[in-house]
Structures are given as structure tokens and as C-alpha cells.
């Protein structure tokens, strides 16, 4: 969000209406301050196909992945499943949109299967270029850069 504000990009972030699942207000503040001069838009939605429309990014967080407690885990299906990135909410981008998502992922909960193996898909491209930069970080820390 932060450097979508920097760069006066669009961000649609669609999560939940509830508190707990989005954006702290601080963070939203901070970003319409960033906004003002370089006139990005950054807008936070509880429709996961408008946030979708026209995107050239899809871009999805892990909501299952990071060990939820047992006794969240409905709780959490619940709110989360309508943001769930399928085949329809990636026809709502545009056409050469592509989907990515910061690993690790539990198939069909954040994704379905079909988005994550399919054609727009670009998470395991994002992965193998993730290890190229922790290889040069660790290069750079050792002095070798």
C-alpha cells in the first residue's frame, strides 16, 4: 500500500469489514498523506471481484498458512472464503493480468487449484526470484557484493 502511494498507483485492497481482517486506520491515514501529491488511488473494498476489476495484479495473502489456532480457523474460513482468489475473480482483471502470492499457500483457501497451476499464474517464478535476492542479501551481509 505504502509504495503504491509512493508511486501514485491504483491499490485495491479487498478484505473483510471487520477491524480484525483490515487495514489499521493509521495505516490508512498514512497512506492518504502519501496520496496527496502523487494522486494514487488506494481504496479498501469488501468485494473481492471489484477489487479484482480491471486489475493487472492479483494479489493474495496467506490467510490459512501462518498457523492459525484450531479454534480460529472456522472464524476465519468464514470471513476469508469470499476473498478466495478463483477462476471468476481472475476473469474480472484484465485479460493479461497475473496472480501472485507471497508462499506458503494452502490450496483452496487462499486460491483454488486451477489459479495457482494455471496460465496467469506467476507464484513460483515470484518464489525462485524471492531465493535469487536472499542469496545476494546474504553475499552483500558477508561482504562479498
Known sequence: MRMCAR???????GCP?????????????????????TKAEVRVIQDAAEAAQDSDVIYTDSW?????????????????????VTSSIMQSAKPDAVFMNYLPVMR????????????QSIVFDQAENRLHIQKAIMLFLRGKF
Open 7 to 13: 508511486f501514485g498507483l491504483k491499490m485495491d485492497v
Open 17 to 37: 469489514n471487520n477491524p480484525e481482517y483490515s487495514p489499521e486506520q493509521i495505516i490508512l491515514d498514512e497512506i492518504a498523506d502519501l496520496s496527496k501529491d
Open 64 to 84: 490459512m498458512s501462518y498457523g492459525i489456532a484450531a479454534e480460529k480457523e472456522e472464524e476465519r474460513k468464514k470471513a476469508f472464503i469470499p476473498f478466495q
Open 108 to 119: 483452496g483457501y487462499e486460491q483454488t487449484a486451477e489459479v495457482i497451476y494455471g496460465p
